[in-house]
């Protein structure tokens, strides 16, 4: 394989193309949006509807377990206020969420090409002179 799970890893965590390393998955000036593919190498990069749910999910789970999850164990032992850990929770459930967005998709697109790294066009076998890409 030309490009290793390692690879893969940095270029998640750094919100790169999988495929070429080429920054970024998002669109240029834009917050929210993901390129329809990579500028630099092509690779598809919006799936079909529902590929990125499980960021969503994975937004929420660290959301909760990295944000409110230690704002209530801090409002349980009394480090902070009842009324400091509401408006803690209030506030940080919207704005955590919306500073993960980014992360989140690429974090999602990492895992599923961690698991399939065969999947990259990079780390496909090239196909000989009668061979079929299907097979
Ligand atoms: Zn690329």
Avoid at 10 to 26: D, H, K, W
Wanted: hydrophobic letters at 40%.
């Amino acid at each position: 394989m030309k490009v290793t799970r390692v690879q893969i890893v940095a270029r998640g965590l750094t919100n790169r193309c999988p495929n070429c390393g080429g920054r970024t998955i998002f669109k240029a000036g834009t917050l929210f949006e993901v390129n329809q593919a990579c500028p630099q190498c092509g690779l598809r990069i919006e799936r079909d509807e529902g590929f990125f749910l499980g960021s969503l999910s994975l937004n929420y789970g660290v959301t909760l377990v990295g944000f409110l999850t230690p704002v209530l164990v801090l409002a349980y032992y009394k480090v902070i206020g009842t009324t400091t850990a509401i408006v803690l929770a209030g506030v940080g459930a919207i704005l955590v969420p919306a500073l993960l967005y980014r992360p989140s998709r690429s974090w999602w697109l990492m895992n599923y090409y961690l698991f399939l790294p065969q999947h990259l066009p990079a780390n496909k076998p090239e196909s000989g002179p009668g061979q079929d890409e299907n097979i």
